[in-house]
């Protein structure tokens, strides 16, 4: 079997969810020689990376929507002839015929296969070009609205590498690409970001990372060694994106030491990174000084009970080991309805949303989110920034005045609905003030390895 049919299988089996199907193209793969897997993770990658773009090629230039089978067979052939130029165009369109065959088409839809990648062929120059220009425009915080729909979601990736599969203990694994962890996401690149919790001596090498955004942060070098590290609790995986956010909450709250105890109030808890990660920041800038923390109380609000269990059981209780002065409540609340800000207080000096968001930003590491999100990707970011906008509003009921108290804002994407339309809509409407309004672009400074991420303090 050919790498290019591994690879639609694969691909195929990720559309449509099904895990066997996923498994046993995963182990076709581990089959395959040194070349051919290195041809397909290229497409997989390549071809799951551009998929939006892909699809709108193939509705533009198909006289009619192929059916499924075809559909990933053009968008695989389409994605060689305008990227890989390595590949001669005579070996794609017989493998595409040689595929398309092993289908059962017919006559006519191999012709209709030709005759799509013939002009996309013709095209390729005017097609890249377009695709830059929108990305562009997306970049600029132009795209909607005249611009490609995927111009929005492609212009927040990184474009790095995230499906792969792995060998370890002598058995094949596949590192699932709706579940991509980031150990195997990353293990081709060497080295995973993260922290070490306060008094840990992981056995794994690592070496600081000398974030500018995230001084906290550390590298870890040999991540094939992190497993015990993970498992007894020394050291966290956290990106660099994810603990500039916590260095934020840190440099914010530690500005207030002296005032008593703070109070801080989580609205989308998660399993605690946010808490742990702040903490950890908070004890970095004193030098390692778990002591000189200021007593918190630091209510984490999930609308999961799961993921309330799993706080509870995980960073809670790490936190009463290392930071007794901190006290953390765990509440179930859905912040589209909130509760009474009786029942929780007027007085946090701190209001974090991590919002739900489009997630563009993490599509390195994620990139099935490219296959979900769906053509509309930009209608999804605008009832998301409506979403975000009602649960700030519904957040800042629970705060202390300004300057006294502060929002701080954040989530893995970089559309304009979910960023800076979000902070005009608190300025307009709450008269908020912002501090800091920051976005990092993957491959940009001050944190080129991170993902895409915004954060608003006001």
Aim: hydrophobic share 45%; glycine share 8%; aromatic share 8%.
């Amino acid at each position: 079997m050919s790498a290019r049919d591994v690879a639609r299988r694969y691909i195929e089996a990720v559309l449509f969810e099904d895990d066997e199907a996923e498994g046993v193209a995963a182990g076709k793969a581990a089959e395959l020689g040194p070349e051919d897997r290195a041809l397909f993770q290229e497409l997989t990658h390549g071809t799951i990376r551009e998929w939006l773009f892909l699809d709108w090629i193939i509705a533009k230039y198909a006289p009619k929507p192929p059916r499924s089978a075809l559909r990933t067979v053009l968008n695989i052939s389409s994605y060689q002839l305008l990227f890989l130029d390595r590949v001669p165009d005579y070996a794609i369109f017989s493998q595409a015929a040689a595929i398309s065959s092993g289908l059962g088409v017919s006559e006519q839809e191999l012709k209709f296969v030709h005759g799509v990648l013939k002009t996309i062929q013709r095209n390729k120059d005017k097609l890249l070009e377009m695709r830059e220009s929108s990305l562009m425009r997306a970049r600029q915080g132009m795209a909607p609205e005249g611009a490609l729909e995927w111009a929005a979601l492609n212009a927040a990736s990184p474009l790095l590498d995230a499906l792969t599969v792995v060998e370890e203990k002598g058995q094949k694994k596949q590192a699932r690409v709706r579940a991509v962890k980031a150990l195997a996401a990353m293990k081709e690149r060497g080295h995973l970001v993260g922290y070490v919790l306060p008094g840990a001596v992981p056995k794994s090498a690592f070496a600081s990372a000398r974030s500018e955004v995230a001084p906290q942060a550390v590298v870890f070098e040999n991540p094939a060694r992190l497993g015990e590290d993970l498992r007894d609790g020394s050291v966290r995986i956290q990106g660099e994106a994810s603990q500039w956010a916590c260095r934020l909450a840190a440099d914010w709250l530690n500005k207030r030491r002296g005032q008593g105890q703070l109070r801080v109030l989580e609205m989308a808890t998660g399993k605690g990174g946010k808490l742990l990660g702040t903490l950890v920041a908070l004890t970095e800038i004193w030098g390692g000084n778990r002591e000189s923390v200021p007593p918190i109380e630091w209510v984490a609000t999930d609308s999961s009970a799961l993921q309330l269990a799993v706080l509870e059981r995980d960073a809670v209780a790490l936190v009463k080991k290392l930071w007794p002065q901190v006290k953390v409540q765990a509440r179930s609340v859905d912040w589209r309805s909130p509760p009474s800000p009786e029942t929780l207080g007027r007085d946090f000096d701190l209001v974090w949303l991590d919002a739900p968001c489009t997630g563009f930003g993490t599509l390195s590491k994620l990139p099935q989110i490219a296959l979900t999100r769906g053509r509309a990707a930009y209608d999804e970011a605008l009832k998301l920034g409506e979403l975000q906008q009602t649960l700030c509003a519904n957040g800042l009921a629970f705060m202390r005045a300004q300057p006294a108290g502060a929002l701080l804002y954040t989530v893995c994407t970089l559309t304009r609905p979910e960023t800076f339309d979000v902070v005009d809509f608190l300025k307009a409407t709450h008269g908020r003030k912002p501090e800091l309004v920051q976005a990092l672009w993957p491959g940009s400074s001050p944190a080129p390895d991170a993902e895409g991420f915004f954060a608003a303090l006001l």
